[in-house]
């Protein structure tokens, strides 16, 4: 189970009547607190009543991954909350998928499709084709007219072109832009079907869109089509991949390592330390406007007195960026700056207001954070790198 909650959460969870509890999907991850737990314990216990037997085959995991409150300065969350439901083999294997908070009827029809699927690849080896006949025709018999007529194509053109591929290839799906295409080619017809389905506006009401997503039936054909082109990927490795298709963004990691980050920060203390935000999709902190081309000494100085005031932008940020030291500067991702802030007791910072967080300085002999943000002129951080060169080499 995969939500949308402050993924560095601390409350535990607890297990419900007969059911195992692992922490999360990788190891060494402290158990959450999740928004829906109840609703699936709840759904978890009468499906328990339906098939006893679930209780020695069910191993529940459940893993926050949203956005921490340390990074919008501990504000109340405004976010529509979340969930996926994958229910995976014994070794990882993804064998069924959920979008929303099920009952205990969609947890049985999941277990039942995800026991159907594993059935179907115990019988295959690796130079079998995939996804097998059986899984795609259980879904084109499910899904509705205009789902069925783009199923087909994505099965003719899956793969590169091949409708078939072997079981080997899975492991290349969602290590390149397969996944994100096959996300795009569903996103208009998914989209299509919500608004006639639930009178969405135009452009789309996407708080809206992910409040009605917290029932399975609102992306049930959505799962119908992609289950059968991605089951067995491994979703121990690839889970953050899958989720940023579902949601459109990226979810947060509590497994990223920030001792690295931690021993950078102490292993010069006399020297400040900057350390540039990386945005998914963006290009480097040290450019104002993400994929702005600037050409180097092209014109010459003509050339650069006649640019756009955002060409100089660009330029001064670019021209701030390189000025700091190399061994003072590091690319790090929000997930690492909340946990920094977390493991150091420092304050809540806000990541995007009152514009996007760019950098974030540590000062030496000091624990107070600098912030430097996208509308702010780059002769700031300028000065402070040049600031800082010279208090550190004094002698420059």
């Known amino acids: 189970m995969l939500t949308n909650d402050d993924f560095l959460g601390q409350a535990p969870v607890k297990a419900a009547p007969g059911v195992r509890l692992v922490s999360a999907i990788k190891p060494g991850v402290v158990r959450h607190s999740v928004w829906c737990q109840r609703s699936i314990a709840n759904a978890l216990r009468r499906a328990q009543e339906v098939r006893p037997g679930l209780s020695n085959e069910l191993v529940v995991s459940y893993l926050p991954a949203g956005e921490p409150r ?39 029809a999941l277990i039942e499709d995800s026991q159907e699927a594993a059935l179907i690849a115990s019988f295959a080896d690796q130079n079998s084709v995939w996804p097998d006949q059986a899984l795609a025709d259980r879904s084109r018999q499910r899904l509705p007219r205009r789902w069925r007529f783009l199923f087909d194509q994505l099965l003719t053109n899956h793969a590169g072109g091949k409708a078939r591929f072997t079981r080997q290839d899975l492991a290349e799906i969602v290590t390149t832009t397969h996944l994100a ?37 609102t992306r049930s054909d959505w799962c119908q089509t992609m289950i059968p082109l991605i089951a067995g990927v ?65 014109g010459g100085r003509e050339w650069f007195e006649n640019m756009p005031l955002e060409t100089h932008v660009v330029t001064r940020w670019r021209e701030a960026h390189q000025s700091i030291d190399v061994e003072d500067l590091r690319m790090i991702k929000p997930a690492e700056l909340a946990m920094w802030i977390q493991h150091d007791q420092l304050p809540a ?29 780059p002769n700031r951080l300028l000065k402070l790198a040049e600031k800082f060169s010279s208090q550190a080499n004094p002698n420059k």
């Not at 096959?182 to 789309?204: G, H, I, N």
């Not at 490795?237 to 947060?252: A, F, M, N, S």
């Open 234 to 298: 491994d979703v121990k490795q690839h889970w953050t991949g899958l989720t940023k298709v579902i949601w459109g963004v990226d979810p947060y990691d509590r497994n990223r390592e920030i001792d690295s980050l931690l021993q950078w920060l102490k292993a010069a203390p006399d020297r400040a330390r900057f350390m540039a935000i990386a945005v998914p999709g963006d290009a480097v902190p040290g450019d104002a406007v993400p994929g702005d081309a600037v050409p180097g000494d092209a």
């Open 181 to 217: 295409s096959l996300s795009q080619t569903l996103w208009p017809v998914y989209l299509k079907d919500c608004q006639q389905r639930f009178a969405l506006e135009l452009p789309v009401d996407t708080q809206r869109l992910i409040t009605v997503e917290q029932h399975c039936e």
């Open 349 to 377: 910072v806000d990541l995007n207001l009152p514009s996007r967080l760019r950098y974030v300085i540590v000062e030496p002999g000091q624990q107070r954070m600098r912030l430097i943000r996208q509308t702010e002129s």
């Open 70 to 108: 340390l990074l919008h300065a501990a504000r109340s969350e405004t976010t529509a909350k979340r969930v996926i439901v994958m229910c995976c083999s014994s070794d990882d294997r993804l064998l069924g998928l959920l979008v929303g908070v099920p009952s205990h009827d969609d947890l049985l």
